[in-house]
């Protein structure tokens, strides 16, 4: 995939998420679209599913606080965004995009939650 088509692919991802637009988010995937989420142990199988899942998450679905960068080549591609969930929670995310015909065929999302940094290290590290 020619790395314009897939920025712009991965910023109407982030954008229509952020606008809760589900509908916009199922046109980026393929209809046998695979979502893992590594750390809980899941896998979401199928367009359909998947929007289900995103639009009916436990007092709506996580806010897009930003995206920090895109990056890839061919058909991997890969962002860093901060969300944050009902109650505040905030979390860094990385999330691997696989794309098969111009459209998100396998998605792998990582999360953290911010942390402060150990003062052990603080004389050989900067702080952002």
């Known amino acids: 995939m ?3 088509a897939a920025r712009a ?14 509908e916009s988010v199922g046109d980026l995937f393929t209809d046998d679209v695979l979502i893992e989420w ?3 142990g ?11 899942v995103f639009s009916s998450y436990p007092g709506g ?9 895109v990056m890839g080549s061919g058909d991997m591609w890969m962002s ?3 969300l944050e969930y009902p109650g505040a929670q905030r979390y860094i995310t990385a999330s691997m995009f696989e794309f098969k015909d111009g459209r ?4 792998i ?12 290290r603080m004389e050989w590290v900067e702080r952002g």
């Open 2 to 4: 020619e790395e314009t």
């Open 9 to 22: 692919a991965i910023d109407r991802y982030w954008k229509a998420a952020a606008d809760h637009d589900f």
């Open 38 to 40: 590594p750390q809980s």
């Open 42 to 52: 899941e896998r979401v199988r199928g367009k359909e599913a998947c929007m289900r």
């Open 61 to 69: 679905s996580p806010k897009l606080i930003g995206v920090r960068r």
């Open 80 to 82: 860093e965004t901060e």
């Open 104 to 107: 998100i065929a396998h998605e």
């Open 109 to 120: 999302d990582y999360f953290a939650e911010e942390m402060p940094a150990p003062e052990w």
